[in-house]
C-alpha cells in the first residue's frame, strides 16, 4: 500500500480552473469517490474541495497508474483536457503525501497561511468518507495523525490565532479601500460557513450587515446567533440592495453566477464588490464605480500576511517535518508490535503442548503443572526480552521491513496485522 495524494490549489491554478474543478455538493463528490474507488488500484479516498484547493487523499496499491487513473477521472468530471490537468497537477507520494497533507491540515499551504478554517473543512471530508466506508485503516491513521500536527503547530506558533482567513482577508481588503467604515453598509448574500465568517469580521470592523439568501429562515438563524444586530431582507429584494448598498460579499454554493449584468445599474457612488466563492457567483460585468474582487485577488495582502508570519511558518514547517518522520516511525512499529506479540503467543502454545506431554509420559508430576509453566514462561520471556527490544528499536531502520519480514520467516510466524492493529 502507498499513499498518494493529488493536489489543485491557489499555487498551480487559477481561479477559473479551480471552479471547474470544485465540487458543489455533497452528491457530485460521492459519485466522484465512487468512481475511482471503482479501480482495484485506489483502495482508500478522501476528496478535499474548498474555495481554494482540491486535494484527492488515497491510499493506492501502484502510485504512477493510480494517479492517471485518478486524473483521467478528474478530466471527464471538469470538462479539462487530461494532458494539461495532469501537468498541472501537484502530484505527491508516500512521505510526500504525509508531508502535503500535514502542512494541508496545518494552513501552512493555504493562501492565508495559518487560517483557521482548512482543519475543520478537512476533518469533514473525513467524517464524509468514513461514513460512506471509503476509508479503511490506512487513510484514517494518516487523517488522525495530520490532526494532532495542527494541534501541535497552533500550540507552538501564534498562526492560528487572529483574523486569518478568505473571509478575513476579503473585510480587511475592504476596510484598507474605504478607510471610515462607521455606518457604512455591506450586503453579505449566502447562509453558509463563509458567510458566517464574513459577517462575524463586519461586525469587528464596525459595518452595518445586511443580508439576504434563497434560505430566508436559514438566514435568520444565522443573524440571531450574532449580539450585533444583522439585518436579513429577502432574496427577492436582491437587485435592489446590489445598486444601493457600496460594500457586498457573497459566498454561496451556486455551481454558476447568480449576479449577471442585468442586475446591475449605474450609481453616483462606488461600490466594492467582493466574490469569495469558487465557483465564482459574480458574472463578467461591466459598471462605471463598480470594482469586483474574487479570491486570487486578495493575493497583496496574502503576500504581507507571508512575510509577518515567515519566521512562525519556519518554526511550523520543522514541527510538519518532524511529525511526518514520527508517523512512518509509529507505522513500523504497528507491523513490530504483532511479530513480538506471536514470538510470545507461539512459546506459550509450546509451553502447554510440552508440559501437557511430560505430564501425559509421567515425566512430572500433575500438582507441578502450574509452578512448571510459569517457571517455562519465566525462561522464555528472559530469552525474549532482548530480541524483542532489539525488534522495537529497528522501526526507524530503513531496513526494517527485510528485518521483520526474516523473522517472521525464520519463527514460521503469519501475522494478521490488519485485524491485530484495528
Known sequence: MSYLVISFSHKNTDIQTREKLAFANEENKDRFLKQILSNDLVKESILLSTCNRVEIITSVTKTNEASKVIVKKL????????????????IYENDGAIH??????????????????????????????????????????????????????????????GSVSVASTAVA???DIIGNTCSVKALVI??????????????SAGLDVVLTSRDIKKAQILANTYDQFVEVTQYSNLKRLLNEVPLMFTATSAPYPIITQDLVEDCSFNRYWFDIAVPRDIDEIDSSGLDIYS????????????????????????????????????????????????????????????????????????????????????????????????????????????????????????????????
Open 75 to 90: 478530466s471527464a468530471y471538469s470538462d479539462i483536457d487530461f494532458d494539461d490537468l495532469y501537468d498541472r497537477a501537484d
Open 100 to 161: 502535503h497533507l500535514f502542512s494541508v491540515a496545518s494552513a501552512l499551504d493555504s493562501l492565508v497561511i495559518g487560517e483557521t478554517q482548512i482543519v475543520g473543512q478537512l476533518k469533514d471530508a473525513f467524517r464524509f468518507s468514513i461514513a460512506k466506508k471509503y476509508c479503511g485503516q490506512n487513510l484514517p491513521r494518516a487523517l488522525h495523525y495530520s490532526f494532532k500536527c495542527a494541534a501541535a503547530v497552533r500550540n507552538a506558533t501564534s498562526l492560528g490565532t
Open 173 to 175: 481588503k475592504a476596510k
Open 190 to 203: 449566502g447562509a453558509g460557513e463563509m458567510s458566517e465568517l464574513t459577517i462575524k469580521h463586519l461586525l
Open 295 to 422: 479570491v486570487d485577488d486578495l493575493q497583496d495582502i496574502v503576500d504581507a500576511n507571508m512575510s509577518l508570519r515567515a519566521k512562525q511558518a519556519k518554526t511550523a514547517y520543522s514541527i510538519v517535518n518532524k511529525m511526518s518522520l514520527e508517523f512512518f516511525e509509529w507505522l513500523k512499529s504497528l507491523e513490530i508490535e504483532p511479530v513480538i506479540k506471536h514470538l510470545y503467543l507461539k512459546a506459550d502454545d509450546i509451553i502447554e503442548k510440552k508440559v501437557q506431554h511430560a505430564i501425559k509420559k509421567g515425566f512430572i508430576d500433575k500438582n507441578n503443572e502450574e509452578n512448571i509453566k510459569k517457571l517455562c514462561e519465566t525462561v522464555i520471556s528472559e530469552y525474549l526480552h532482548q530480541p524483542a527490544t532489539k525488534l522495537k528499536s529497528i522501526s526507524k531502520d530503513l531496513n526494517s521491513d527485510t528485518i521483520v519480514g526474516t523473522v517472521q520467516s525464520v519463527f514460521g510466524i503469519d501475522t494478521d496485522t490488519n485485524s491485530l492493529n484495528k
